[in-house]
């Protein structure tokens, strides 16, 4: 059983930047693949980026060049530092874990374990 607890949500103006992190419980952290998803109100639920056990990395494009994740596996974090924010980027922002042997995907049925989510709030 893996435990995701997001924090770091908020509102902020457009332009604005944000820090989401995400604290995960496991002795094997490092060897999950890391996705941050996200869902606005009324809307489906879209990948934003994943990171592999191996540090590789991949956004959408709706967020590439403004996003970046990183991941702390001595501290069993993953952070999703979002720079340049547009009112667009407001969301529930979740992160997810993949205990899957193979690489980061953008597929969300692929993910096993889910945090509760933190709200992203951007004000135009």
């Known amino acids: 059983q893996v435990q995701l607890v997001e924090s770091g949500g908020g509102l902020v103006q457009a332009g604005g930047s944000l820090r989401l992190s995400c604290a995960a419980s496991?002795?094997?952290?490092?060897?999950?693949?890391m996705g941050w998803f996200r869902q606005a109100p009324g809307k489906e639920r879209e990948f934003v980026a994943a990171i592999s056990r191996s540090g590789g990395t991949g956004y959408a494009d709706s967020v590439k060049g403004r996003f970046t994740i990183s991941r702390d596996n001595a501290k069993n974090m993953v952070y999703l530092q979002m720079n340049s924010l547009k009112p667009e980027d407001t969301a529930v922002y979740y992160c997810a874990a993949d205990l899957r042997l193979g690489p980061a995907t953008k597929q969300g049925g692929a993910y096993d374990y889910w945090g509760q989510g933190t709200q992203v709030t951007v004000s135009s």
């Open positions: 496991g002795r094997t952290f490092s060897s999950y693949n």
